[in-house]
């Protein structure tokens, strides 16, 4: 996994092996940060659907869905106030790029946010907090 320079990647680049499946990884960081955090960034945080498989007339619904909102590479773990961070596996080497999420940080990055990629919901509980205790 090669990252562009302003990305800062959480987690063990050199790791290989068994790990969880990027979804179980997503659902422990949201259920400890819901825990920890209620009335805030657990209430604020939220993963936008946007990477179902299209065929047929869904490419309609996908078209309206765009001119709602939706944003193609949005990452998996949003705070509004500045934070993104797209999930991977553990073991990075299991886990796929989508069209938009490396544009989609950039954008983030370049808008004077906090952006970066976590290798497993560990790695990614260590950019939160890092991120949270840099605002101060």
Known sequence: MKMPPWLKVYGDLSFRGD???ESAEQITFFNRLRADYPETWGRMALHPKNEEKRIGKQF???SRDKSMGLSPG???IIIPVGFACEMKRQDHTKSKWQPGQIDYLKAVHSAGGFACVALGWEAAW???EEWKNSRG
């Open 126 to 128: 260590e950019a939160f």
């Open 74 to 76: 949005a990452s998996d």
């Open 60 to 62: 309609a619904q996908l």
């Open 19 to 21: 790990c969880p499946q």
